[in-house]
């Protein structure tokens, strides 16, 4: 049973572009969660996505916004690229009746320069 | 969502128990406790989850006084790979967003 799969699993873009990160959550999971975690830092909630609607934010700009899929999958897109957007951005899974916590993926390690 | 406050470090030796305590003085009658473990360039890994008293599983005890005030995750006979990132969080059901403070970085010496 594959857990969260997030893909690429590193990137490296230059200021001013836009990136896609894509998440696949793990099977019987509905819910899908986006965090930016700074080097040295917790991560920090983006959205979550669930039933292809965005359900909760953070305090993240409209440069960040997200899209999920039929199949519970899910995009984080960022436009305008900044050099503090260079994070490890996690995708965290979940179902809406679960009680066991959230299921990480292992990240996209994205560098802006 | 409760506020959570926890050690910025700790140190301890292999084969030692390793107690990490977590103060969430608001937190609300539906809210669990939960552990995650980070290691550097990885997602957060569940270790456990509590409502109250004690929760033990095959890598981890929580224990949760009655006032659920506090709560302290147990590692039993830590080892270098126990070296880490531990988070604490509080909330409720999957709806809610998980917020994640600066955890304990717990430091296994040989």
């Known amino acids: 049973d594959a857990g969260v799969t997030q893909s690429p699993t590193h990137l490296i873009k230059t200021r001013g572009q836009q990136v896609t990160l894509r998440c696949s959550p793990k099977s019987g999971h509905d819910t899908v969660s986006w965090y930016q975690q700074a080097l040295g830092q917790g991560p920090q909630f983006i959205f979550q996505?669930?039933?292809?609607?965005?359900?909760q934010r953070g305090n993240f700009p409209d440069r960040f916004s997200g899209h999920q899929f039929p199949n519970y999958s899910s995009e984080l897109n960022v436009n305008a690229l900044l050099l503090g957007d260079s994070a490890l951005y996690l995708c965290?899974?979940?179902?809406?009746?679960?009680?066991?916590?959230?299921?990480f993926g292992s990240g996209t390690r994205l560098t802006v320069v | 969502l409760a506020k959570t406050t926890q050690p910025i470090s700790m140190d301890s030796y292999e084969g030692q128990e390793v107690n990490i305590t977590c103060s969430h003085n608001n937190i609300a009658t539906n809210d669990y406790i939960t552990w995650y473990q980070q290691f550097p360039s990885q997602g957060p890994r569940f270790i456990i989850q509590g409502y109250k008293t004690k929760v033990t599983n095959e890598v981890a005890s929580l224990f949760i006084p009655a006032d659920r005030k506090s709560s302290t995750l147990s590692l039993p006979r830590v080892s270098l790979s126990d070296t880490a990132v531990y988070y604490c969080?509080?909330?409720?059901?999957?709806?809610?967003?998980?917020?994640f403070g600066k955890g304990t970085r717990l430091h296994i010496l040989p």
């Open positions: 969080l509080v909330g409720d059901t999957a709806w809610d967003k998980i917020i």
């Open positions: 965290a899974s979940s179902s809406l009746q679960g009680r066991y916590g959230y299921t």
């Open positions: 996505y669930y039933e292809e609607e965005e359900r």
